[in-house]
Each structure stands twice: as structure tokens, then as C-alpha cells.
């Protein structure tokens, strides 16, 4: 059951890069950002996970600390 634990800490770490690479392409000038929202416009299609970041983090910080709790790591 810890697998559960290690997968959801695993999706934060991806999202967390994901995000972050979001900003540095857009901030270094690798990737093109027409309207300054730091999403890449290749990605404008995503828009709603990016401005819905603070929940997305708030959801996964809620379950992993549900299943730190639960399986007592």
C-alpha cells in the first residue's frame, strides 16, 4: 500500500517540474510567449491547469499528507 504513497509523491514531483518548466522556458526566452502569462504558447491548449495551480498543489499536499498520515511513514 505504500506504492499509493511513493505514486502520488512521484506526480507531485513531475507536476512541480512541469510548472517550473513552464516559467523557466518562457523567462530564459526559449520558448515563445506572446501574452506574458508564462505558459508557453505551444502549451496555451493546458491553460486551465495552469491557472488552477494553486489548486492543483493544495489537492496533492492534502493527499500525500492524508497518506503519510494513514500509513504512518
Request: hydrophobic letters at 50%.
Amino acid at each position: 500500500m505504500k506504492y499509493l504513497f511513493y505514486s502520488v509523491l512521484i506526480i507531485t514531483a513531475i507536476v512541480s517540474i512541469l510548472f517550473w518548466y513552464a516559467t523557466y522556458s518562457t523567462k530564459s526566452g526559449f520558448a515563445i510567449d506572446q501574452n506574458n502569462n508564462h505558459i508557453p504558447d505551444k502549451w496555451e491548449k493546458f491553460q486551465v491547469i495552469f491557472k488552477l495551480k494553486s489548486l492543483v498543489y493544495l489537492i496533492l499536499g492534502f493527499t500525500l499528507g492524508y497518506l503519510f498520515q494513514y500509513f504512518d511513514i
